[in-house]
């Protein structure tokens, strides 16, 4: 298994308070992942990483900022939380060798909701 | 547009029978790559197979199998003899050669009931 490790796994939050979920991966892999899942709209991709510093931004950015200032950690943080937000996250990671040739690991996923 | 459609939202079959899950993408890249994942009741996401763009071969494993279709750019997934274990959603998905991301289907629930 991939070693990936999100956290929180649960989070319950007020609306306009700030969150940030954390993704750590111990396999060096380049590049790196947010999405969130909801009902009827699969996964969809909010921010991704392509090396450190570097990030770039999905469908579904607006509300989410990224960071990563390691190889190891991507934070996700929501500015301002809504409850258009409540969802599961789920980091993944796919391996250095190439970006295109390869599967998608994922973390065990974090369900926040916001109230 | 959407770039993976799993048209079959919810499928229903009994233990033993066969079922398989359509999947249809769209791209302009001559390269890309295939994806299909699990997602058991326990919420996790596995890796279940990937196909090349340039590989039509067909794969099997085990019970599963996989029909790769360029001309009707389809990707579908057969589990022959079902079995309640195999209760799940389930995502096909995208990659192409040009970009970084993944573009995902909104997944098919399979429900085999015992």
């Known amino acids: 298994d991939a070693g990936i490790t999100q956290s929180p796994r649960h989070k319950v939050t007020e609306t306009g308070t700030p969150v940030t979920l954390r993704c750590h991966q111990t396999?060096?892999?380049?590049?790196m992942y947010w999405y969130r899942q909801d009902p009827g709209h699969g996964l969809r991709l909010i921010h991704y990483?392509?090396?450190?510093?570097?990030?770039d931004k999905g469908e579904v950015s607006d509300g989410y900022s990224v960071s990563r200032s390691k190889t190891e950690d991507f934070l996700l943080t929501l500015e301002s939380a809504t409850s258009s937000q409540t969802s599961v996250y789920f980091c993944a990671i796919t391996p250095t060798r190439g970006p295109g040739n390869t599967e998608a690991f994922f973390g065990q996923g974090t369900r926040l909701t916001v109230v | 547009a959407q770039k993976v459609t799993q048209a079959q939202t919810e499928i229903s079959v009994v233990e033993k029978e066969d079922v398989t899950l359509d999947c249809v993408y769209e791209?302009?890249?001559?390269?890309?790559?295939l994806f299909w994942y699990k997602q058991p009741p326990s919420g996790e996401l596995v890796f279940l197979i990937r196909r090349n763009s340039f590989d039509e071969q067909n794969e099997i494993s085990g019970r599963y199998s996989w029909n790769f279709q360029k001309s009707t750019s389809s990707f579908n997934f057969t589990i022959t003899a079902s079995q309640v274990v195999d209760s799940a959603v389930y995502f096909c998905?995208?990659?192409?050669?040009?970009?970084?991301?993944?573009?995902f289907g909104t997944g098919t629930s399979l429900t085999v009931i015992p």
């Open positions: 791209t302009r890249d001559t390269t890309y790559y």
């Open positions: 990483s392509y090396g450190v510093k570097d990030t």
């Open positions: 998905a995208l990659r192409e050669n040009t970009g970084n991301q993944f573009y």
């Open positions: 396999e060096n892999h380049r590049y």
